[in-house]
């Protein structure tokens, strides 16, 4: 577990790396409880009944019942994409971050979504979108880098951030990773960093600007057999002030503090290349509803 001062952009600006390699952009910090087990009880399953006929004939019927109101939902979704028309959903709770049937963005400015509704909604799915791009392994390439600022990121604030990552992301920084001195992974090795939200919500909203708070699980490391520097997991919440300019939210300010974590589960840790091929061979979800 790696322990220090919050990172993040504090005083409205982004900060280093050298000295935490488990920052939010390009990085995770990790959190981890593990509780004592409890006592063996078996495989945990009881022998199931066998079902009745009339038992099979109304599960059958509800799953009938069940696509039929998923097609009639879906032809009740009017809207169109982005217009930030529908109705708001409710500021505060879990539904804050539920699907609310507004339709998803469809525009695409290299490989991170945009054209978000101009709405309280469409600002937290644009900042779920950009903490997932700002904790890629991508940043970790100067011209990616370049290219994901340029997408998130508003005009005014690009060359600070600019500066500051590009000061962040150094040899020593890549070093401690266990990566090249040009940022690439060593041969037979696997580098991973990867953010998942879990959830948004706003605490700030106006016409054109928000604050919102975004919930996340992250991945960094190497994968590779014999890595020193193996994959492991952190939580983490982000904010980001986000600006409406030219059609679309940018970020101006993004910062981040540690938690709230969960207890560690009991799962067995997979191997390198079962880390590696998983991280390959699923892809990362665009954020948008």
């Known amino acids: ?60 019927g509800v799953v009938v019942l069940l696509i039929a109101a998923i097609a009639f939902a879906n032809q009740g979704g009017g809207g169109t994409p ?26 695409k400015n290299g490989t991170i979504a945009s054209g978000f509704a101009h709405d309280e909604q469409g600002a937290q799915s644009a900042a779920a979108n950009y903490a997932v791009a700002l904790g890629s392994a991508e940043m970790f390439d100067k011209t990616k880098r370049d290219g994901i600022l340029n997408a998130v990121i508003a005009p005014a604030s690009i060359d600070k951030f600019r500066t500051t990552l590009d000061e962040a992301y150094s040899t020593d920084f890549f070093r401690n990773l266990g990566l090249n001195d040009d940022g690439t992974a060593p041969a037979g090795f696997t580098f991973i960093s990867r953010t998942v939200p879990i959830g948004t919500k706003t605490t700030e909203s106006s016409t054109d600007q928000a604050t919102v708070e975004v919930w996340c699980s992250g991945l960094i490391g190497l994968a590779g057999e014999g890595s020193t520097k193996p994959v492991t997991d952190g939580w983490f919440t982000i904010t980001m002030e986000l600006e409406w300019l030219d059609g679309d939210w940018k970020a101006i300010t993004h910062s981040q503090k540690d938690g709230p974590a969960p207890v560690g589960g009991d799962n067995r840790a997979s191997s390198a290349d079962e880390i590696a091929g998983a991280v390959n061979g699923f892809g990362g979800f665009t954020y948008a509803r």
């Open 82 to 107: 982005g217009t930030g028309s529908e109705k708001k959903p409710d500021a505060a709770g879990a539904g804050s971050t539920a699907a609310t049937g507004t339709e998803p963005v469809q525009g």
């Open 1 to 60: 577990m790696s322990q220090g001062d919050e990172r993040g952009y504090g005083d409205n600006e982004p900060r280093g790396h050298t000295d935490d390699a488990y920052s939010t952009i390009g990085g995770t910090r990790q959190t981890r409880t593990r509780l004592p087990g409890g006592a063996d009880d078996g495989d945990g399953y009881g022998r199931r009944p066998a079902r009745s006929s009339r038992s099979l004939i109304m599960v059958v």
